[in-house]
């Protein structure tokens, strides 16, 4: 089936380390790809989003890259702060408004 | 700017009884709009979407119905809970007529069911 799914459950980074969280995907029909941050009991929050015209798109202290030829999506969150523990989710779209979300990568912070 | 607000934050049940659950978008027009589920430690399951007023497409079977009465409000309910109906529920809202947008979340609820 198509599906967005992710490398690794958890991930634990010293903190002031940069960060890389993974993501595979198999629909090579989707166009968009967005990255959210989820805290424990609050909905996702967009983090940053890229279209598949694109191979890297940077934010603040953020970056998505897009390789296309192997399905790969990946997150990297610069300087990692203990306010970046969350779960984080890929998720793609093929222009039908519908996101399909991966399970989810959960990023502990090490002091 | 928009905003988006579901409530209530929590809710415990019993089985058997009803629910509605609401949700309301703040700052812009005919957004398209979704209920998602989420199980523990898992992933987003979406349960329902709205492209319009009255117009409510259900993505699984299920115990639970969706609404639009208006514009910018979204009702999750259901006559009868089950146990399995237990989750985190999440309301999500896009801007309409734009493609690669995304969709940006409520708070959710949290709905226990005993």
New interface residues.
């Given amino acids: 089936g198509e599906s967005v799914g992710l490398h690794l459950p958890t991930l634990s980074v010293q903190e002031g380390d940069n960060s890389i969280i993974n993501c595979a995907y198999s629909n090579s029909a989707s166009?968009?790809f967005?990255w959210?941050k989820q805290e424990s009991?609050?909905?996702?929050?967009?983090i940053i989003?890229i279209?598949s015209n694109m191979d890297k798109r940077q934010g603040q202290r953020v970056t998505v890259l897009l390789n296309k030829t192997v399905k790969h999506l990946s997150l990297q969150i610069a300087a990692t702060q203990p306010g970046d523990s969350a779960v984080y989710?890929c998720a793609e779209?093929n222009?039908d408004?519908?996101?399909i979300?991966?399970?989810?990568t959960r990023l502990h912070i090490l002091p | 700017s928009q905003t988006i607000h579901q409530w209530p934050a929590t809710l415990v049940q019993p089985v058997g009884s009803p629910l509605s659950l609401e949700c309301t978008v703040e700052g812009t027009s005919n957004p398209n709009l979704y209920w998602y589920r989420q199980a523990a430690g898992r992933g987003l399951q979406l349960l329902f979407y709205s492209v319009g007023i009255g117009q409510i497409s259900s993505e699984v079977p299920q115990n639970l119905s969706a609404s639009r009465p208006q514009d910018r409000q979204f009702i999750l309910s259901s006559k009868k809970l089950l146990l399995s109906d237990s989750g985190f529920y999440l309301c999500a809202w896009s801007p309409t007529g734009q493609p690669n947008q995304p969709q940006h979340f409520g708070d959710g609820t949290r709905l226990s069911i005993l």
């Fill in positions: 166009d968009y967005i959210y009991g609050k909905g996702p929050q967009f989003d279209r989710f779209t222009r408004d519908k996101i979300f991966g399970k989810g």
